[in-house]
């Protein structure tokens, strides 16, 4: 049972990014997914939501009309699409898998500099 992120790197502000989250070892389709993210020195914060049929999502407002949160049950994997990205979005992205089980992935950084 695990969940594992990818995607994450440095880029520009104002650039873009696309986390993947995969998933296994459990009923991935009957799961909200979310991502979540952590800065140094602050505490953590809820991103973006996703139901398990993917039919609503929601967000924080820090970053509405900017991310977009997606999934692919065929894939087993959660997508965090990042757009026009702010110095600000700096930190450790996780997604969390909420089900029978709270799942967690280790996490990827994501460092917005120029």
């Known amino acids: 049972v695990q969940l594992v992120e990818s995607g994450g790197g440095l880029v520009q502000p104002g650039g873009s990014l696309r986390l993947s989250c995969a998933a296994s070892?459990?009923?991935?389709?009957?799961?909200?997914m979310s991502w979540h993210r952590q800065a140094p020195g602050k505490e953590r914060e809820l991103v973006a939501v996703?139901?398990?049929?993917?039919?609503?999502?929601n967000y924080a407002d820090s970053v509405k009309g900017r991310f977009t949160i997606s999934r692919d049950n065929a894939k087993n994997t959660v997508y965090l699409q990042m757009n026009s990205l702010k110095r600000e979005d700096t930190a450790v992205y996780r997604c969390?898998?909420?089900?029978?089980?709270?799942?967690w992935g280790q996490g990827t950084q994501v460092t917005v500099s120029s």
């Open positions: 996703i139901t398990s049929d993917g039919g609503s999502t």
């Open positions: 969390n898998g909420r089900g029978y089980y709270s799942l």
């Open positions: 070892g459990f009923t991935f389709s009957s799961y909200t």
